[in-house]
T-cell receptor, first 111, second 113 residues
Framework: KAGVTQTPRYLIKTRGQQVTLSCSPI?????VSWYQQTPGQGLQFLFE???????NKGNFPGRFSGRQFSNSRSEMNVSTLELGDSALYLC??????????FGPGTRLTVL | GQSLEQPSEVTAVEGAIVQINCTYQ??????LSWYQQHDGGAPTFLSY????GLEETGRFSSFLSRSDSYGYLLLQELQMKDSASYFC??????????????FGQGTELSVKP
């Protein structure tokens, strides 16, 4: 089966810019969750989408937003980038029970 | 608040057994899972405890005690390829804001020859 795909894999931006990351879940899955991973804060939940609706949200500022399309693909957007937004952004879909299947991530560097 | 505590790093030798502990304090808790992440890679699922007790999956076992808010991951017959970061994650009821999975900060395991 095809796994979770994320594009781009690497991205370099400068402070103040905005960025859009894309995630395609495992075929047939309607739920997508996004996480931010940094050395200092670890893996932190950003938001979860199910059937185009945001179902849950983490504790991040409004600069972080997301959406999901009818084909279950999801995008997340970060506006007015800050140095601290440099991180690995992971998306995941439930695989079975309460486990998460993670994509390879997008490594964002903000200069 | 929501928190999971695990050691930041552990070192062991090839062939040995290592235990990585995790204590948690989360609302809406109903299970504990473990993930492995190699440098530069994505977290991959290892084990899941919905009930108290021991779950065994090959060389890996995981344990949960709800009364103690405690769990551990046991890795046996360590191999060099087991060098990675290991995360415990509390699974919460979906109606809890802040996510269904809350992760610990991770334990970096180094396996020496």
């Amino acid at each position: 089966k095809a796994g979770v795909t994320q594009t781009p894999r690497y991205l370099i931006k400068t402070r103040g810019q905005q960025v859009t990351l894309s995630c395609s879940p495992i075929s047939g899955h309607r739920s997508v969750s996004w996480y931010q991973q940094t050395p200092g804060q670890g893996l932190q939940f950003l938001f979860e989408y199910f059937s185009e609706t945001q179902r849950n949200k983490g504790n991040f500022p409004g600069r972080f937003s997301g959406r999901q399309f009818s084909n279950s693909r999801s995008e997340m957007n970060v506006s007015t980038l800050e140095l601290g937004d440099s991180a690995l952004y992971l998306c995941a879909t439930p695989e079975w029970a309460d486990t998460q299947y993670f994509g390879p991530g997008t490594r964002l560097t903000v200069l | 608040g929501q928190s999971l505590e695990q050691p930041s790093e552990v070192t062991a030798v090839e062939g040995a057994i290592v235990q990585i502990n995790c204590t948690y304090q989360t609302s809406g808790f109903y299970g504990l899972s473990w993930y492995q992440q190699h440098d530069g890679g994505a977290p991959t699922f290892l084990s899941y405890n919905a009930l108290d007790g021991l779950e065994e999956t090959g060389r890996f076992s995981s344990f949960l005690s709800r009364s103690d808010s405690y769990g551990y991951l046991l890795l046996q017959e360590l191999q060099m390829k087991d060098s990675a970061s290991y995360f415990c994650a509390a699974i919460r009821r979906r109606d809890n804001q802040g996510g269904k999975l809350i992760f610990g900060q991770g334990t970096e395991l180094s396996v020496k020859p």
